[in-house]
């Protein structure tokens, strides 16, 4: 019979001929998904035999993978920040550049303990806002999406998390999502910001399968940022943080002061990249 070693050798090696990146980090995660063990304990068991219901179903997820189909789709899952998701395809995967989001609003956001309250505009899995109120007990969030699918998921993940008393899930476009007899402290986002043309070049999992409302800023990517910086500007009775694509931190920057906020600022990613740009609303 197949052992451990011996199928995560195959699974590697059929990984790398189709492309994916990092084939035996990705083989160790799936075949630790059928077997429900992690990482360590699969090297543990590596002359562990695999009987032939575990073989057919790591087949039919190794197979997913070679289509280069998501990982976190094919296992169901992403960690994110200090919180685990539940993600599903015609949701947006998070990323680790995306938690420079969550540590630029934490930075931004202060010690104090009183309520406050928090808008996620473009939610799609919870990952920011759900990140936020995991770390800032005092914090009370709006997560908005125009996406069924995301709004499921992310009731579903705030559920998990037990923050059911303290997160809104609301329906609608950015922040017209949120009743206006609502306050909003500060907006969050992490907003579609490719560009249109740029899309179909992009890795097979992103192109072929995330969810293009998720992706396409527009013509040049920041179509999002011009309708929702004036909407922040208004609701938003303290700041407005942003993530952004690569080389449009100027371009938002300046978007933000037209829309009236001051105090702009940018931090970056662990790339050295210019990731996210926040704006505080004059006192």
Same mark, same amino acid.
């Given at each position: 019979?197949?052992?451990?070693?011996?199928?995560?050798?195959?699974?590697?090696?059929?990984?790398?001929?189709?492309?994916?990146?990092?084939?035996?980090? $990705?083989?160790?995660?799936?075949?630790?998904?059928?077997? *429900?063990?992690?990482?360590?304990?699969?090297?543990?068991?590596?002359?562990?035999?695999?009987?032939?219901?575990?073989?057919?179903?790591?087949?039919?997820?190794?197979?997913?993978?070679? *289509?280069?189909?998501?990982?976190?789709?094919?296992?169901?899952?992403?960690?994110?920040?200090?919180?685990?998701?539940?993600?599903?395809?015609?949701?947006?995967? &998070?990323?680790?550049?995306?938690?420079?989001?969550?540590?630029?609003?934490?930075?931004?956001?202060?010690?104090?303990?009183? /309520?406050?309250?928090?808008?996620?505009? %473009?939610?799609?899995? %919870?990952?920011?806002?759900?990140?936020?109120?995991?770390?800032?007990?005092?914090?009370?969030?709006?997560?908005?999406?125009?996406?069924?699918?995301?709004?499921?998921?992310?009731?579903?993940?705030?559920?998990?998390?037990?923050?059911?008393?303290?997160?809104?899930?609301?329906?609608?476009?950015?922040?017209?999502?949120? &009743?206006?007899?609502?306050?909003?402290?500060?907006?969050?986002?992490?907003?579609?910001?490719?560009?249109?043309?740029?899309?179909?070049?992009?890795?097979?999992?992103?192109?072929?399968? $995330? &969810?293009?409302?998720?992706?396409?800023?527009?013509?040049?990517?920041?179509?999002?940022?011009?309708?929702?910086?004036?909407?922040?500007? *208004?609701?938003?009775?303290?700041?407005?943080?942003?993530?952004?694509?690569?080389?449009?931190?100027?371009?938002?920057?300046?978007?933000?002061?037209?829309?009236?906020?001051?105090?702009?600022?940018?931090?970056?990613?662990?790339?050295?990249?210019?990731?996210?740009?926040? %704006?505080?609303? /004059?006192?």
């Amino acid at each position: 019979m197949l052992t451990v070693v011996d199928v995560l050798l195959r699974t590697e090696r059929f990984l790398r001929e189709r492309g994916v990146d990092t084939p035996r980090l $990705e083989a160790e995660l799936l075949i630790g998904d059928v077997l *429900k063990l992690s990482r360590m304990q699969l090297y543990l068991a590596h002359d562990r035999p695999l009987d032939l219901n575990e073989l057919e179903h790591l087949r039919g997820l190794v197979a997913r993978r070679g *289509k280069r189909e998501p990982l976190a789709y094919i296992v169901g899952s992403q960690p994110f920040h200090a919180i685990d998701l539940a993600i599903v395809p015609g949701v947006l995967i &998070p990323r680790q550049d995306t938690e420079t989001l969550v540590e630029a609003a934490i930075e931004w956001f202060g010690a104090a303990t009183d /309520p406050l309250y928090v808008a996620d505009v %473009g939610c799609g899995s %919870g990952a920011v806002g759900l990140a936020l109120a995991h770390r800032l007990p005092h914090l009370r969030l709006y997560a908005t999406d125009r996406s069924d699918i995301a709004l499921q998921l992310t009731r579903q993940n705030r559920d998990a998390l037990g923050m059911a008393q303290r997160v809104a899930v609301l329906e609608g476009d950015l922040l017209n999502a949120v &009743p206006l007899d609502r306050p909003i402290d500060w907006v969050v986002s992490n907003p579609p910001y490719i560009p249109s043309s740029e899309i179909p070049g992009l890795q097979p999992e992103v192109s072929q399968y $995330e &969810p293009r409302l998720a992706l396409d800023g527009g013509l040049d990517g920041l179509d999002v940022y011009r309708r929702l910086l004036p909407e922040a500007a *208004k609701r938003a009775r303290r700041g407005c943080l942003v993530e952004v694509g690569q080389r449009q931190a100027a371009q938002v920057s300046d978007l933000m002061r037209r829309a009236g906020f001051s105090s702009i600022n940018v931090w970056n990613d662990l790339a050295g990249i210019a990731r996210v740009v926040g %704006g505080r609303h /004059p006192v």
